[in-house]
């Protein structure tokens, strides 16, 4: 079984009818990129930043500290891309008490509706330029791609190209090199889903958030047992969202990936390859059983059998026949 699975490491993520998959890793810190690689990711598709941020008794980590950190990264991909999301902190990742006080956000009413992710770091400026400056500086030692989390407003975009801006004219300035840094926002707001047109105009790739767009298409909060049994990726709506937002993206000639949990489970493998996704990004540990499935996937047979996937009532059974049927083991 080790064996098999060094071999499948090292084997490029195909489909039969010669599509090339991209298969990247989820990391937290650094020195996960070790694991990503172990596994065969061709890059980091989603950087959580926030892990740097996170229980550290009050104090934020300063631009120095987070460029070591995005360098070490990128460094370790050699040359392969490695996507850094803004801090995505609020709701299921609280800062600790300390940090959150100090920046004056104690009375959170609704943390995952409140002043979260891009929210947050537009609404502390300072803090928000240091990280993008850490980024920026880390973009001279590789490839580095910047990541939006819950965008939902062309505003936010705006305002985040407005403080890049400025950002590269503080490092021309001060004589520090960077490179060409693509822009991209998470699709995880059903509003950002709906309005994906004039977004795809402003940046360079998406990334769907399927967590966060599930929580929030059908209202059921991610972490809530009471409501587990609710939390459906096979809800029609979920299903359009993908769906649409994927081909747009593809359709406008952008980039496009999934990095919530769903592209990490090989239930939706299939799925997600006929609806025309060519990047997944997940935990370096889902990598291999994904893979499999590339292997085995006919994505043009795949691609046939979505239109009845998202007209069905009761998607999740259609899909399992509709695709069963189009695999080839
Ligand atoms: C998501 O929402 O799907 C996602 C990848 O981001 P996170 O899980 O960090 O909220
Ligand atoms: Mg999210």
């Known amino acids: 079984e080790r064996a098999r699975l060094a071999r499948l490491r090292h084997t490029p993520a195909i489909t039969l009818d010669g599509q090339r998959i991209e298969l990247h890793a989820n990391i937290e810190l650094p020195g996960d990129t070790g694991p990503a690689l172990d596994a065969g990711a ?3 598709g989603l950087f959580r930043s926030e892990f740097l941020f996170m229980n550290r008794n009050g104090e934020l980590p300063s631009e120095d500290e987070q460029f070591e950190a995005y360098r070490a990264a990128v460094e370790a991909m050699r ?37 979260r992710a891009i929210r ?21 030692f590789g490839h580095v791609k910047l990541l939006l989390p819950m965008v939902a407003h062309l505003s936010e975009i705006r305002q985040v190209q407005d403080a890049i801006r400025r950002v590269k004219q503080q490092l021309d300035d001060a004589g520090q090199a960077y490179g060409l840094v693509e822009l991209g926002v998470m699709v995880e707001v059903p509003a950002a889903a709906l309005m994906l047109p004039l977004l795809l105009r ?34 029609p709506a979920v299903l359009h969202l993908l769906a649409s937002s ?14 919530g949990e769903m592209a990490g489970d090989a239930l939706f493998t299939d799925l997600l390859l006929g609806m025309g996704l060519n990047c997944f990004s997940m935990h370096p ?39 069963a049927s189009q695999r080839l083991h």
């Open 285 to 323: 540990s889902q990598i291999p059983s994904v893979k499999q499935r590339v292997l085995r996937a006919d994505t043009q047979r795949l691609a046939a059998a979505i239109p009845r996937i998202l007209e069905s009532e009761e998607p999740g059974r259609t899909a399992l026949e509709a695709l």
């Open 42 to 44: 061709t890059g980091v």
């Open 120 to 140: 947050w770091s537009l609404a502390e400026p300072s803090m928000f330029r240091q990280q993008l400056r850490a980024i920026y500086r880390a973009s001279a």
């Open 246 to 259: 994927i081909s747009q993206a593809r359709a406008a000639g952008k980039g496009v990936s999934v990095c």
């Open 202 to 235: 402003h940046v360079d790739f998406i990334s769907i958030g399927t967590n966060d767009l599930i929580q929030y298409t059908l209202a059921i909060d991610r972490a809530d047992e009471a409501v587990a049994h609710l939390y459906d990726p096979w809800h």
């Open 79 to 115: 040359g392969m891309p490695v996507t850094i999301r803004t801090v995505d902190v609020g709701a299921d990742k609280p800062l600790d008490r300390m940090s959150v006080n100090e920046l004056r956000h104690e009375h959170v009413l609704n943390p995952s509706m409140g002043l």
